[in-house]
């Protein structure tokens, strides 16, 4: 397992830069990219919120392991990532509200604070306070996807009066070097945590400076900025509108549920399926990352003037291509007759789907929800996909531990199977609208919007 792991590590980084690279060779560059002001505003933007991404991913691989070092059952640690979800979720709701409340550069700097509190609860071994620890990272979570893209966009607009044809290509480039940083971000904790030998608990520990220098540069740098605040009810009202009103809306939103659900259970169960055959948990994250850059490159290829392949068809893709590794997952994880390499071979094909699956699904939902019901619309998708997950880990909660794990992904192929019967549902209703289809480059060069 361990040879395993670092040969695919090898395999999917090079196929990656490679496809970058000649990538990078065929693009022309932008306007946006010469106005010497429009980049220094973006390095403001990209130092503070890299750094808050780099300290997320550095927590991610040791997570489940450092519960177990701690000695806690299975279904106690189901329990704390039980409490992490539904407070993303519950957070989650309110996030818009608060930061527009609060402001947005306070907001940024209240992550940094909330999540270094976080990384400090996981250097004690009482369950009260690692709860406590989970509900704080599910607060710094829902800060993180919603301050920072909003500081961002009222900055860009308001205050530099930048056209707004260039925020999708900021955001583009952002989900790259995100995947970069978290594959980066994988090898540091295991640097850490078994290279330099000291502990699960070392990741968690490296993050707090990271977190730290983001707030004090968003402190430092960054002006601050409000914005109206509308009513939590008035949001959710008008987003189960749109979500009732409209077919497509009501699609993409089972599919996000059902699809994104699967995948909280898939960050659940990794790690009691390949660590007990001694993988290097770092580089397994870091090839799970590289697979999925992988898939987001394969989906800046084929949405292409060369292939000019639709949104659509790669949702399609990805959740045909998970539906198959779930159902490898039931033989592979099969009581006595476990085989690590095709557990982890599937685990790849579900992190290259997710490649492929969320950059399709954002374009399709800028599309499809009108820009002043998306926080309503996303509040509703939230609640049965995090519900889900939920229900999914406390059910594996009350499983037998050998049983469990494939009985899980015998679920959650069904509710695969599920998501697909959605996908061919909004590919019945959308075939023909000219709407949800990538335009051909004229001109300027094309950014996927990520």
Not at 307 to 317: A, F, G, M, T, W
Not at 336 to 353: D, H, K, N, R, T
């Amino acid at each position: 397992m361990l040879v395993t792991a670092y040969i695919a590590f090898v395999v999917l980084l090079a196929s990656c830069l490679g496809l970058e690279l000649s990538r990078c060779r065929a693009k022309p560059s932008g306007r946006a990219c010469s106005n010497p002001s429009f980049v220094r505003f973006q390095l403001d933007f990209y130092q503070v919120y890299f750094l808050a991404l780099a300290a997320d991913w550095l927590q991610a691989p040791y997570l489940y392991k450092l519960y177990q070092h701690y000695h806690f059952l299975e279904g106690q640690i189901a329990i704390l990532y039980v409490c992490g979800l539904a407070s993303t979720v519950l957070f989650g709701l309110v996030a818009s509200s608060l930061v527009d409340w609060l402001g947005r550069k306070k907001s940024c700097v209240l992550f940094s604070l909330t999540y270094s509190l976080c990384c400090l609860t996981k250097l004690s071994r009482d369950y009260f306070v690692l709860l406590v620890g989970r509900a704080l990272g599910g607060l710094s979570t829902a800060l993180l996807f919603s301050a920072f893209e909003a500081w961002y966009i009222h900055e860009h607009v308001e205050r530099h009066d930048f056209p707004a044809e260039w925020i999708p290509a900021t955001f583009a480039r952002a989900a790259f070097w995100n995947h970069v940083l978290a594959v980066v971000a994988g090898v540091a904790a295991e640097a850490v945590a078994c290279w330099m030998g000291l502990g699960p608990v070392a990741p968690f520990v490296a993050a707090i400076p990271l977190l730290a220098l983001a707030g004090a540069l968003a402190l430092h740098n960054w002006g601050e900025n409000y914005d109206r605040q509308r009513a939590f009810s008035r949001t959710c009202a008008g987003g189960l509108r749109c979500l009732l009103s409209d077919r497509r809306v009501l699609l993409l939103g089972t599919i996000q549920a059902l699809f994104e659900s699967v995948i909280f259970i898939f960050v659940f169960l990794w790690t009691p399926v390949l660590d007990p055959h001694g993988a290097p948990l770092g580089i397994i994250f870091s090839s799970f990352m590289a697979a999925s850059l992988l898939g987001s490159s394969l989906y800046r290829i084929a949405t292409s003037k060369r292939y000019h392949l639709q949104p659509v068809h790669l949702v399609s893709l990805a959740v045909l291509i998970v539906v198959f590794s779930l159902f490898m997952l039931t033989f592979s994880t099969s009581p006595g007759q476990e085989s690590p390499v095709e557990s982890f071979i599937a685990f790849l094909l579900i992190e290259l789907a997710c490649g492929l699956y969320f950059p399709s699904m954002s374009f399709l939902r800028r599309k499809v929800i009108p820009e002043t019901e998306q926080a309503g619309v996303l509040n509703w998708f939230r609640v049965p996909l995090h519900l889900l997950a939920c229900l999914g880990l406390l059910v594996l909660h009350d499983s037998d531990r050998k049983t469990g794990t494939r009985n899980m992904f015998s679920i959650c192929s069904a509710v695969m199977v599920m998501a697909l019967l959605a996908v061919v549902g909004l590919f019945t209703v959308v075939r023909h609208d000219a709407e949800l289809r990538v335009p051909s480059p004229t001109g300027e060069p094309y950014a996927p919007e990520l």
